[in-house]
């Protein structure tokens, strides 16, 4: 009968030259098996010493708060969004060229409140089964939105009729394999044209305890957009909407930029009572009834989606309306633009 194997020879093995020991990684061994169990030991002990470290960061805190003292600086977790590449575009709140642009450009009638947004909303010449239904949801979500069929017209021959109608927006839904798989946004009159691929989207029926939104105009939550080129992203955005919310309604629409990923939702926060338990102790001696439970309204806030849900990637931003031979573009997405995971445009 051989000697049991101690466990940790498993991780440490005999260095020959050094005479210590050396740790085996799962990769050096060639056993499936083997190299499992290996790799589970090592997660588990590092969940261990995770753990550990978590509990004397607790104690030290305490321990600081008991003397009086400064508790020790909290350590900032590494991410990817705060360690981006330094970008010169990123705006700043002193820019006083960013601020005079503003009043300058195409958006400014609608986010100053001269003008009204009117959007048209059509569909590509092969339309598909989730397109119409997608785009229903689009009228309702977005305000004074109109839609139109598509029919054989061509794209330029929309965008001159509807400038002669005063809408000051047209979106594209495009679909590819009976899935819509792009937007396109065009400024009217005079741009500028933004083309979205169009991702995750989750209809309103395939969200689970969704509610139904009203026809209050929403609330518009721009997160992230810190350049300049998510600036005007984010202003063209905007423009879809219009400027007078009805908090009433409770509506919440929010486009979310996060590594270049343009997440929507559409919410609605709803107030409810809550009943919360108290007991009241009395100093009574009577031994049958030691404590009272009173009962107190609270009120909790919480979200509701509505729907629908999807992913908007930007690919490019054109000068003045939609024109693929001779137009000049702001912007480009190329696949050499992705050199690294912590570079940004948006």
């Known amino acids: 009968m ?44 590092k969940k261990i010493e995770k753990r ?23 350590k900032i977790p590494r991410t990817i969004e705060n360690t981006r590449e330094i970008d010169e575009t990123v705006c700043k709140p002193d820019d006083e060229e960013l601020f005079a642009g503003n009043d300058a450009d195409e958006f400014s009638s ?20 989730r397109g119409p239904a997608f785009i229903s949801e689009l009228l309702s979500v977005i305000p004074n939105a109109h839609y139109y069929k598509r029919g054989t017209y061509d794209l330029k021959k929309i ?15 495009h679909t590819n394999r009976r899935e819509p798989d792009a937007l396109l946004i065009i400024g009217l009159p005079n741009g500028p044209t933004a083309h979205f691929k169009l991702s995750k989207l989750v209809l309103r029926k395939d969200i689970k305890n969704h ?4 026809s209050h105009m929403p609330e518009l939550v721009l997160n992230n957009f810190t350049t300049r080129l998510g600036h005007r992203i984010g202003r063209m955005i905007q423009s879809l909407f219009p400027q007078d919310p009805n908090f009433h309604g409770r509506r919440v629409v929010t486009f979310h930029n996060q590594r270049d990923f343009i997440f929507f939702r559409h ?21 049958d009834v030691k404590g009272e439970k009173s009962s107190q309204g609270k009120m909790v806030a919480r979200l509701q989606e509505c729907g629908p849900r999807f992913t908007l990637k930007l690919i490019n931003l054109q000068h003045g309306t ?21 570079r940004f445009f948006l």
């Open 211 to 214: 509610g139904n939104p009203t």
């Open 159 to 173: 965008v001159e009729y509807a400038t002669n109608k005063d809408f000051t927006s047209l979106i594209v839904v």
């Open 52 to 74: 550990k470290k978590a509990k004397a960061r607790d104690a030290a805190e305490k321990r600081a708060l008991e003397l009086g003292e400064e508790p020790p600086e909290k």
């Open 267 to 287: 919410h609605r926060y709803i107030f409810e009572s809550k009943e919360s338990k108290q007991s009241d102790s009395k100093g009574n001696k009577d031994s």
């Open 110 to 129: 609608i986010l100053n409140r001269k003008s009204d947004p009117k959007i048209l909303i059509t569909t590509c010449r092969f339309n598909s089964t």
């Open 2 to 45: 051989g000697e049991k194997r101690n466990r940790s020879e498993d991780v440490w093995g005999d260095d020959e030259q050094g005479g210590g020991k050396k740790q085996i990684l799962p990769s050096m061994i060639k056993n499936k098996d083997k190299r499992s169990a290996l790799h589970a030991k090592l997660k588990h002990q």
């Open 322 to 342: 939609f024109d693929t031979k001779g137009g000049e573009y702001e912007w480009v997405h190329k696949p050499e633009m992705d050199t690294s995971r912590r």
